[in-house]
């Protein structure tokens, strides 16, 4: 990964903001990592934008509209900044559209553990 996006993944302000954002949307500390895990596996590479929404769904235990919202969140607070490094590292574009059509992707879960 470029040092932008290993830096990301161990900031001390992506974790703040990822607190507030959490915050913000009623989650429980424990769902704010839950939501801070599925943010690192797309700067990873290892979710696809598309299918952040349905993955955020599942591992929270909300609605696809809230966790859309959570989505759009993340992505203007966290992702934008890192928009050119995602793009080049793992060809995806990210921004309001792949939020906005992630939906009509469902795909099957199966990292992490899963709230009980």
Do not use: N, Y
Not at 54 to 67: F, H, K
């Amino acid at each position: 990964l470029p040092d932008v996006l290993k830096d990301a993944i161990f900031s001390a302000d992506v974790a703040d903001k990822m607190f507030v954002l959490g915050k913000k949307h009623g989650l429980t500390i424990e769902k704010i990592g839950f939501a801070a895990e599925e943010t690192g596996f797309v700067i990873l590479g290892l979710t696809r934008p598309r299918e952040f929404v349905s993955e955020l769904a599942s591992r929270l235990e909300v609605d696809d509209d809230t966790a859309r919202k959570i989505a759009l969140d993340i992505s203007h607070q966290i992702f934008f900044p890192l928009r050119e490094a995602l793009k080049q590292t793992h060809q995806i574009e990210i921004g309001e559209e792949a939020i906005q059509t992630s939906l009509e992707v469902r795909p099957l879960t199966g990292r992490g553990p899963t709230p009980a």
